[in-house]
């Protein structure tokens, strides 16, 4: 789209211009006018026309320095001088500040055609040009953040030759030299419940200007160092250049205790860093990188907010590995102890050794990820095992364990961990719970049926508890679960249900009656008839015979 300035002072000739020629044909899309220069100049700036058509003499200022003024900020724009003087003088000015035409007044319409045409012809070439030169530069400008990107990423992780090292810093613009102390950081962003996660790019720009802070107080060398965003691993890496020993301690310090709660408090975003060994070279830059990474990891894993040190990492694993043996033997309590709980149904003491489990895991913070996988793989093994025992149905069994090791396998936090436990043996408290009480219920059926059998004989629940199997203890408790009622509560019941049967009948002494229903003290099967009914068992056969 082409912009197009005519500046007369004369009205008439100033709206004659505007419709001399139908401009949007020639791709002239929009057209201003001005009645003076100074208004000129002032349009120009505004609008920044490619074509500029000017009378060159005008009240005020005229057509000629007009355009020597626009030529300073907009030296790439065709301007056309209209004059009524077929004087040498005014051509020779307007070549000075390279008019593109200079045409005398009345100007025919097929002249003004051929110019236009030119003008036009020529911004458009000038457009795609710069068009061109534009997407040559963006090109040359991505394909070298590309290679910085991929050189820092070798950089890193040592993959780049010694003898390329400084030529390639030098290219790059990375400051960096052989003796710099240098210290890596690794920053992400935690997915505390409470925390906002933002784009890399935002935490980037939050990140990086906050710089000239660390500038002004020298804790490190700023002009060596740079940030890194590595989108892959959705994480930022700062190579610090040290200044000393004690710039160090305090840097590290300010960072803990005041840069993380700042950015937490304007931006909601609370991060965690993973501190690297500090080296001594360059050619080692790889190696504090890749404790800084051993450091974020650990610190993901086990929920520290802010700063874990990978000094802190080493000393926890040379400690972890003097209590390995107890570890292992830890876990076998566990796995025997959760299987023991969950075969006699104890959900209270199974969610007691899941906490237990883990505040011990908590405190020992095992060091080896593939170790703890291992751990905590065997219990989830054994307890899977002992609900196939329970179920046999192979292939639907074989289908929810691989679903729950790989659910297992992908979680990368402690606390996602914990909750994949507690979820876990909730199911299976659940599946057990619902097999049980279906065994239950069949199991009380057939006492049932016994008691129906036998309620006239001298039965207990130790007795019928003998006949099913089991123990008095458990049969009892499954008994009330079932009916509501304990054993001994339902039996009575039952008999007194029976001794109404037989006392409606005609020539039923109470004596006899209690003989039957299996209650051979006639004073206490007549207590229990009366506290059952509220009438004693001789008062309800009378009524029962006279109807």
């Not at 009378?55 to 009524?84: H, Q, T, Y």
């Not at 002004?216 to 700023?222: A, D, L, W």
């Not at 060091?367 to 291992?374: K, Q």
């Not at 508890?465 to 008095?472: F, H, I, N, Q, R």
Request: proline share 1%.
């Amino acid at each position: 789209m082409l912009r197009m300035l005519i500046v007369e002072d004369e009205r008439l000739e100033r709206e004659g211009l505007l419709e001399f020629l139908d401009w949007n044909s020639f791709g002239i899309e929009v057209v201003e006018t001005a009645c003076d220069g100074i208004e000129g100049i002032e349009l120009a700036r505004k609008m920044r026309p490619d074509i500029i058509i000017t009378d060159i003499k005008m009240s005020g200022m005229a057509g000629l320095e007009m355009s020597k003024n626009i030529k300073e900020f907009l030296p790439e724009v065709k301007i056309i001088i209209l004059s009524g003087y077929n004087d040498f003088k005014f051509a020779k000015e307007a070549i000075k500040f390279r008019a593109y035409a200079y045409l005398l007044k009345p100007v025919e319409e097929k002249e003004m055609i051929e110019v236009i045409k030119g003008a036009t012809n020529e911004c458009i070439k000038a457009y795609e040009m710069a068009l061109e030169e534009s997407k040559n530069k963006l090109q040359i400008e991505e394909s070298y953040g590309v290679a910085r990107i991929q050189f820092i990423a070798d950089l890193f992780e040592g993959r780049v030759k010694e003898d390329e090292l400084y030529e390639y810093l030098k290219y790059f613009h990375i400051n960096l030299i052989k003796e710099d102390n240098i210290l890596v950081m690794i920053i992400r962003q935690s997915k505390a419940n409470d925390s906002v996660i933002i784009d890399e790019q935002d935490l980037f720009d939050i990140i990086n200007s906050n710089i000239d802070e660390f500038k002004n107080k020298n804790y490190f060398n700023v002009e060596k160092s740079f940030l890194y965003k590595d989108s892959i691993r959705n994480q930022l890496v700062a190579c610090i250049s040290l200044n000393s020993e004690e710039d160090f301690d305090t840097l590290l310090y300010y960072i803990s205790n005041k840069y993380i709660a700042r950015i937490k408090r304007e931006n909601n975003v609370t991060l965690q860093i993973g501190i690297g060994k500090k080296v001594e070279t360059i050619d080692d830059i790889h190696t504090s990188y890749n404790t800084a990474l051993e450091a974020i990891k650990f610190g993901e894993f086990w929920s520290i907010q802010g700063l874990t040190y990978y000094e802190g990492v080493e000393a926890n694993s040379k400690k972890f590995e003097d209590r390995l043996c107890e570890f292992v033997v830890k876990g076998n309590y566990f796995s025997k102890n959760l299987v023991s709980a969950l075969s006699t149904s104890e959900e209270d003491k199974v969610y007691q050794l899941i906490k237990d489990m883990f505040d011990y895991i908590n405190n020992t913070k095992c060091t080896d990820r593939d170790l703890l996988n291992n751990y905590l793989y065997n219990i989830i093994n054994e307890v899977s095992l002992f609900v196939y025992n329970i179920n046999k149905r192979t292939e639907e069994f074989m289908q929810d364990y691989n679903d729950s090791i790989k659910a297992f396998m992908n979680l990368n936090n402690i606390n996602a961990v914990k909750e994949y436990f507690y979820t876990f043996f909730g199911s299976v408290l659940a599946f057990l719970n619902e097999k049980r009480g279906s065994k239950d219920e069949s199991i009380v059926k057939k006492v049932i049926k016994l008691i129906d059998k036998k309620y006239m004989e001298c039965i207990s629940l130790k007795t019928i508890a003998a006949e099913v199997y089991l123990s008095p203890n458990y049969l009892g408790n499954i008994f009330k679960k079932v009916t509501g009622k304990t054993f001994n509560v339902y039996l009575c019941e039952y008999r007194m249900e029976k001794a109404k049967e037989l006392l409606s009948k005609a020539n039923k002494k109470v004596s006899s009656v209690a003989q039957e229903v299996g209650i051979p003290n006639t004073s206490y099967f007549c207590m229990v008839f009366k506290n059952t009914f509220g009438i004693a068992p001789g008062e309800f056969h009378e009524m029962a015979i006279r109807g």
